[in-house]
């Protein structure tokens, strides 16, 4: 199993991004995806995730501003950030779970500034 994540960069408080990840290795229209973040000396945090589905579950310390979506042709999940504040800063992950081990793709760095 890998996963790919893409898109994280720089942002001024409000705007957006939007991060990218691509699996291979699971039948991937099968698998719930997750996007987590974690800064320096935090825990990680889920921050959304998105079912076989398409049924989404978000923190509250996004709902709102943040969309999860799939695509089970280009195996990518997404993760649409608008309205960004700057506690939204941090390295954010994807994950997939599968055959009960927790899979992660290489965090990509989301900074927001004021």
């Known amino acids: 199993v890998q996963l790919q994540a893409s898109g994280g960069g720089s942002a001024q408080a409000g705007g957006s991004l939007r991060l990218s990840c691509a699996a291979t290795?699971?039948?991937?229209?099968?698998?719930?995806m997750g996007w987590f973040r974690q800064d320096p000396g935090k825990q990680r945090e889920l921050v959304s995730s998105?079912?076989?589905?398409?049924?989404?579950n978000y923190s509250d310390a996004v709902k709102g501003r943040f969309t999860i979506s799939r695509d089970n042709v280009r195996r990518t999940v997404y993760l649409q950030m608008d309205s960004l504040k700057p506690e939204d800063a941090a390295v954010y992950y994807c994950?997939?779970?599968?055959?009960?081990?927790?899979?992660w793709g290489r965090g990509t760095l989301v900074t927001v500034s004021s």
């Open positions: 290795g699971i039948n991937f229209r099968l698998y719930t």
């Open positions: 994950n997939t779970r599968h055959q009960g081990q927790d899979f």
């Open positions: 998105i079912s076989p589905s398409h049924s989404t």
